[in-house]
């Protein structure tokens, strides 16, 4: 069975630090990465996104990841974070050979951005 | 374009009872899919629709099901609701119902069960 993990429940940073949150996946198949992020009292956003092609792939607010298919791992990165980026962090996994959407989606980190 | 939207925001119910929860998609999305949100157990899949037929199924019992309308709106019920199933049920559509294609997500239902 497929599954998601996310490495880091809670990471706590000050502002102008840089950020890394793993994520690695279990499937043997070839799947679709994603990153979903949700701000306080707001919904689930998309953040980023790989299907095929450059692994490093590039996402709003400055946040990129970067697909390992060797580590099975779609780690999340920002150079330096902000306050406004508090929030709770989701990595998801949709494997090509499941009919439609399902989405597989790990426990999630909460990022805490100190002023 | 407006997003998914879902109502109500916010259901309180008693163990024993049913509710249905309704889902808009964003205009000219065909695939709606349901999700549940827990503390403990995370996002986990309910299932997904496509074209008013149910594509694909999570491990959840048969007291939860859904359906869609030929508009793409749908609607997922649970009956003889227990405790275990409040939680933060989420909604979210997609164009195709491709595993490539990019799922938006709504702002959710909170359902609360006495």
């Known amino acids: 069975a497929q599954s998601v993990s996310q490495h880091n429940h809670h990471v706590i940073l000050s502002e102008a630090a840089s950020l890394e949150l793993g994520c690695n996946y279990s499937?043997?198949?070839?799947?679709?990465l994603f990153w979903y992020v949700q701000y306080p009292g707001q919904h689930l956003q998309l953040l980023l996104k790989?299907?095929?092609?450059?692994?490093l792939v590039k996402g709003i607010k400055g946040f990129e990841a970067e697909f390992i298919k060797s580590k099975f791992s779609f780690n999340l990165r920002k150079p330096s974070v902000q306050w406004s980026d508090t929030a709770e962090y989701f990595c998801?996994?949709?494997?090509?050979?499941?009919?439609?959407?399902?989405?597989?989606f790990g426990q999630g980190t909460e990022l805490s951005v100190k002023p | 374009k407006a997003g998914v939207t879902q109502t109500p925001r916010y259901l309180i119910k008693t163990r024993g009872q049913q509710v249905t929860l309704s889902c808009s998609p964003i205009?000219?999305?065909?695939?709606v899919s349901w999700y549940q949100q827990t503390p403990g157990q995370g996002l986990q899949f309910l299932f997904e629709?496509?074209?008013?037929?149910?594509?694909n199924k999570g491990n959840f019992p048969g007291r939860f099901s859904g359906r869609q309308f030929s508009n793409s709106r749908s609607e997922m019920n649970v009956s003889t609701l227990e405790l275990g199933d409040s939680a933060l049920y989420l909604c979210?559509?997609?164009?195709?119902?491709?595993?490539?294609?990019?799922?938006?997500f709504g702002p959710g239902t909170r359902l609360t069960v006495l």
């Open positions: 998801a996994v949709n494997a090509r050979s499941d009919q439609g959407g399902k989405l597989i």
């Open positions: 979210a559509s997609s164009f195709t119902s491709g595993a490539a294609d990019t799922q938006y």
């Open positions: 629709y496509f074209s008013e037929t149910q594509r």
């Open positions: 499937y043997g198949g070839t799947v679709n």
């Open positions: 205009s000219g999305h065909r695939s």
């Open positions: 790989y299907f095929s092609g450059d692994p």
